[in-house]
């Protein structure tokens, strides 16, 4: 089985990110894994139908929230009127549509503080109503900051990367799980996810007078952004909730480990010679990645530490 969340192919631009997934090895190495996996996992309806020209048994399963993460957190009581973004620096072009937004929201509102977890907009100055917090290495450490700060509004903002109609739903259910009412950019990634006006707003023509419309409604009625944060959670809770998700997977995994166990299914038939260069031409590319990664001698060590694990199971009883 091989999970992936992303359209790796398609993700362009000058950030280390895309650099990494344009290399020619990165590249022969995922089409490597995508074409030899027996399952292909995806979490969206859009990089399924990518993937399927790559595999035809590419399936799709829902992506997780796992709310015991909740437990014990606290939420903050102040009185500031917070709206928030967490990602990634490789998002930071997302947030161009928020250039005349923010200004107009923090001249207009003097309660209202905007905060971003692991990226700020590079035109955007750090101040008393303009918060910067790093990334965390601990998703848990993330999780009780993220619910400590009491977002009102959570943002998620997509530009038109053609990359970004893959992603998955993680904003929403982030966003939702800590009861924080979201506006999402209508995108592929939230469509199917997102009831607009019920569990969130959605942003169709993504111009800074939507954003600033949206977060203005949300501003003017707590008590629509109230109801909508709690279906928001309820749906989330629901749809996404670790455990439920985990019974799809467990089922999956169930079913393909029959099938490949099963003496019905026959291994693909192929001459020695056939093999031969197929097991040639998987490990010189585990040579060039070993050599990309870490140069000629983390190739060696690995090379090395291969032979003692093959001698080591191999060798007399």
Known sequence: FYYIDDNFWLIVGETAL?????????RRSLKYA???AH???ANSVALREYILPKNRNTVLLPAFFDFSLLSGCEVSTDSEYRIGFAGSPSRDADLDILKDVIPHILAKRSNVVFEFVGCIPSWLTQGGRVRFFGHMNSYAEYINFQVQRGWKIGLAPLDNKNSNKYKTN???REYSAFRCAGIYTQSESYVGSVVDGVTGLFIESNTAASWIAAIERYLDD?????TIADNAYNDVLRR???ATVAAQWTALFQVGGRLMNSSTIQPVRISTWGGFVRRLSHYWLLVEISMYEGGIKLTIARVLNKFL?????????
Do not use: L
């Not at 895309?18 to 990165?26: C, E, G, L, S």
């Not at 694990?309 to 009883?317: D, I, Q």
């Open 18 to 26: 895309a650099k990494y997934y344009q290399h020619p090895i990165i």
């Open 34 to 36: 995508v074409e030899k």
């Open 39 to 41: 399952t292909v996992i």
């Open 170 to 172: 993680n904003k929403y």
């Open 222 to 226: 707590e008590a629509s952004r109230a």
């Open 240 to 242: 996404f909730d670790i």
């Open 309 to 317: 694990r093959y001698f080591h199971f191999k060798g007399p009883r």
